[in-house]
């Protein structure tokens, strides 16, 4: 087995018999103990009572976070005309239609969100194959298929997060950086676990939510006391 590192073996001491705890306990916890070069991620994982190989199952959409993420987000929009002009001084990152189309086809993908007219997706559903696995293909659920591509690309720029469960039952997002305060990665956690709590699908069948866990990008996770996951 290979030896931790000072590092690595000093956090998760600090973890050790940690569980259930509040989110502000957690949070100031997960804090103390990142201590990498760079400024890691609050990273958030819901483990959710649900099979999402069923239609009535899938739990998927976005929030916004009260805080904002800490990133940026690179955008891009499919549009023609006044419509692409509006992205475009929303702050859209890249606009365009089949040249866009094309560039994504030869491998070239500068972007994290991907927002398109409905007029365009006839254009964008060329590219499912590329875009579907990345999570990037626009979606009206989500709001990145719509009209009004100012909203959605001020939306994208300002903290907001999009969720899907996986295979296994779980979601999984960043929250902010390490460096927020306390109290507004606390109001974040709170926020995306409420937006997932709200997403419940009909199908769900028994416990809805199971479990939440926190970590950084380089540490140990800790459990959450459930209800001061979802207190408001």
């Known amino acids: 087995m290979a030896k931790l590192g000072k590092r690595t073996a000093a956090a998760r001491a600090a973890f050790e018999g940690k569980d259930n705890l509040s989110v502000e306990e957690a949070v100031k916890l997960i804090k103390s103990a990142a201590t990498a070069k760079f400024d890691e991620t609050l990273e958030i994982a819901m483990n959710l009572g649900v099979d999402p190989r069923?239609?009535?199952?899938?739990?998927?959409?976005?929030?916004?976070?009260?805080?904002?993420?800490?990133?940026?987000?690179?955008?891009?929009?499919?549009?023609?005309?006044?419509?692409?002009?509006?992205?475009k001084n929303a702050g859209a990152d890249i606009v365009g239609a089949e040249d866009l189309m094309e560039t994504i086809q030869s491998g070239k993908i500068e972007f994290d969100r991907c927002i398109a007219t409905p007029d365009m997706m006839p254009l964008v559903g060329r590219l499912g194959k590329i875009l579907g696995p990345r999570n990037l293909m626009p979606n009206p659920k989500v709001g990145t298929v719509t009209m009004d591509v100012a909203t959605a690309v001020t939306a994208?720029?300002?903290?907001?997060?999009?969720?899907?469960?996986?295979?296994?039952?779980?979601?999984?997002?960043?929250?902010?950086?390490?460096?927020?305060?306390e109290d507004k990665l606390a109001e974040n956690v709170r926020a995306f676990v409420d937006a997932v709590s709200k997403a419940k699908p009909t199908g769900a069948k028994g416990t809805y939510l199971k479990k939440v866990s926190l970590s950084s990008t380089m540490g140990p996770g800790v459990s959450l006391d459930l209800a001061s996951a979802t207190a408001k």
């Open 54 to 87: 069923h239609a009535d199952q899938m739990v998927r959409g976005v929030v916004q976070l009260p805080n904002g993420t800490g990133k940026t987000v690179r955008v891009a929009v499919f549009a023609r005309g006044a419509k692409a002009d509006e992205a």
């Open 156 to 181: 994208a720029k300002g903290g907001e997060v999009q969720f899907k469960v996986e295979k296994a039952g779980v979601i999984h997002g960043g929250i902010g950086k390490v460096s927020f305060s």
